[in-house]
């Protein structure tokens, strides 16, 4: 966002692209949900022992690992299954997508995609 796309246009799916989603500004009634479930999660894991507390790690998903893309109104819903899953939401990579710019960053995710899967 500002950034010399050095002649390149901003639509185009080999151009790299960046966002930011304030969930505050999104949807104050869900961020003051999730704030208060985090702090009760925090809460909780305060309680625990360290030794209950499951390793947190990093995965990286291939773009030839996912199947689906589904715009759904949270964001963009990317799956390794080719239909709806009962694991999707264990497995799916959900992409908050910023209101005023959901078209176009849509539209540029779809053909990011279609061009590294298809």
Same mark, same amino acid.
């Given at each position: 966002m500002g950034a010399a796309l050095n002649? @390149? %246009? $901003?639509?185009?799916? *080999?151009? $790299?692209?960046e966002w930011r989603v304030d969930p505050w500004r999104e949807s104050r009634g869900r961020a003051a949900l999730a704030l208060a479930a985090s702090l009760g999660g925090c809460a909780a894991v305060a309680a625990m %022992?360290? *030794? !209950?507390?499951p390793a947190l790690g990093l995965s990286v998903v @291939?773009? %030839?690992? !996912? %199947?689906r893309l589904d715009l759904v109104p949270a964001g963009a819903l990317f799956s390794p299954y080719g239909r709806r899953h009962p694991l999707d939401p264990h497995r799916a990579l959900? !992409?908050? !997508?910023p209101a005023g710019e959901r078209d176009e960053l849509a539209a540029w995710l779809r053909a990011t995609w279609e061009r590294h899967v298809r």
């Open positions: 002649g @390149a %246009r $901003a639509s185009d799916p *080999g151009v $790299a692209r %022992r360290p *030794g !209950l507390l @291939a773009w %030839r690992e !996912l %199947r959900l !992409l908050p !997508l």
